[in-house]
Structures are given as C-alpha cells and as structure tokens.
T-cell receptor, first 113, second 117 residues
Framework: GDSVTQMEGPVTLSEEAFLTINCTYT??????LFWYVQYPGEGLQLLLK?????DKGSNKGFEATYRKETTSFHLEKGSVQVSDSAVYFC????????????FGQGTRLTINP | EAGVVQSPRYKIIEKKQPVAFWCNPI?????LYWYRQNLGQGPELLIR????????DSQLPKDRFSAERLKGVDSTLKIQPAELGDSAVYLC???????????????FGPGTRLTVL
C-alpha cells in the first residue's frame, strides 16, 4: 500500500543552521506530496506541496523538490530560527487534490538559540 | 476566516465510558475528515464525509466508533465504550474536496486529546 517514511527524530539544531528532514514514499500511482507542520498546541498546517515530478514547493524559507527517480521529498531550510521548532509531517495523496492523505510518523525539530 | 473548530480540547474518562467529539468545519467546505493520531505517529484517517455522506469509513472501528454529519456541516465522532487503547488525539479536518480539484488542501483543527484511564 501507499506509505511515507520520514527521518527519525528528534532533531536538534542551533539557530541559523541548515536543516534537512528526509522523506521517502511508496505509492501505486502518481501522488501529490505535502509537508505539514504542527506547532505546539496547534493543529497541522500545510507548509508546502508539489503535485508532479520535479516541482519545487516553497514557503517561509522552506523548500522541497518532488524527486520521482528517488521517490523522495526532502524538506530543507538554509537558516533555521527558534520559531521553526515544531513537528513536521510528510504526506502523500494519490487522489486528485488532497482527499486521501497518508502521513509519515513525524519529525520533531527543536532549534536552540 | 475562522478555522476548523473542535471541542472539547481535552477529555479524560474511565474505560468503558462513552465519549463524543464535535467538529465545525470551515464554512463552505464540503469534505470533512476525522483522524486519530497516536503518540509519536502521524494522523490516520478514520472517516471522510462528502457533504452528509460517509464515502470512506474503511478504517473506522465500527464495533465501538460511530460518526455523523447532520445537514452536511457539523460532525460528531463517538466512542462507546472507550478502551485504554483509544487514548490519542482526534483531529478533524475539512476541505473543498473534489470542488477544489488539484489545489484542494485539508485544513486541520487543534484536535481533542483523549485520555482513557
């Protein structure tokens, strides 16, 4: 079945460090790929998405490129801030749009000042 | 614009007791989702509604879980009786669904944290 595997956490970095959170997927069709973020005490928020191979999603300094050849969608940010501390979820959807999301297990990120 | 509203935010009950969660989706969103998120895991879909019709309930444990979405707006998820393993965060989300096409996005509420003692 369709699945998403994320980098094991927790991840702890210093402010202004470079961030990579790995995400790979298995899907029977051609999925859309998403990164969601969950700040403490809040609901999941869509961070970015890509709907086809080689698309790059970006938002708030975060980027991820849809790599069909490696079935990956790694999340990157060049210089993290304390306010980026949260849990990050990679997800896929094989339906048109986002009706059937399959999530990874999440990666907790802590940024120290 | 108001987001997805859920209540209560926290609930503590003893096993074998019933519990209910309520969700009010974003206005105009036809599709509503209930997820369960176990500690340290990603959300898993329990049920999806298109308007008032449950179109995907394959992961809903129907022996103890039930859900309804009267009039295609608010929704209630019920567990009766609750078991220790039901302790989790229950998330509600909404989206435009098929009307949103390829740009459809799910918007999540803050969740209800259930603890079963």
């Amino acid at each position: 079945g369709d699945s998403v595997t994320q980098m094991e956490g927790p991840v702890t970095l210093s402010e202004e460090a470079f961030l990579t959170i790995n995400c790979t997927y298995t899907a029977t069709g051609y999925p859309s790929l998403f990164w969601y973020v969950q700040y403490p005490g809040e609901g999941l928020q869509l961070l970015l998405k890509a709907t086809k191979a080689d698309d790059k999603g970006s938002n708030k300094g975060f980027e991820a490129t849809y790599r069909k050849e490696t079935t990956s969608f790694h999340l990157e940010k060049g210089s993290v801030q304390v306010s980026d501390s949260a849990v990050y979820f990679c997800a896929l959807s094989v339906s048109q749009g986002a009706q059937k999301l399959v999530f990874g297990q999440g990666t907790r990120l802590t940024i120290n000042p | 614009e108001a987001g997805v509203v859920q209540s209560p935010r926290y609930k503590i009950i003893e096993k074998k007791q019933p519990v209910a969660f309520w969700c009010n989706p974003i206005s105009g969103h036809n599709t509503l989702y209930w997820y369960r998120q176990n500690l340290g895991q990603g959300p898993e879909l329990l049920i999806r509604y298109e308007n008032e019709e449950a179109v995907d309930d394959s992961q809903l444990p129907k022996d103890r879980f039930s859900a309804e979405r009267l009039k295609g707006v608010d929704s209630t998820l019920k567990i009766q009786p609750a078991e220790l393993g039901d302790s989790a965060v229950y998330l509600c989300a909404s989206s435009l669904g098929v009307l949103g096409g390829s740009t459809d996005t799910q918007y999540f509420g803050p969740g209800t944290r259930l603890t079963v003692l």
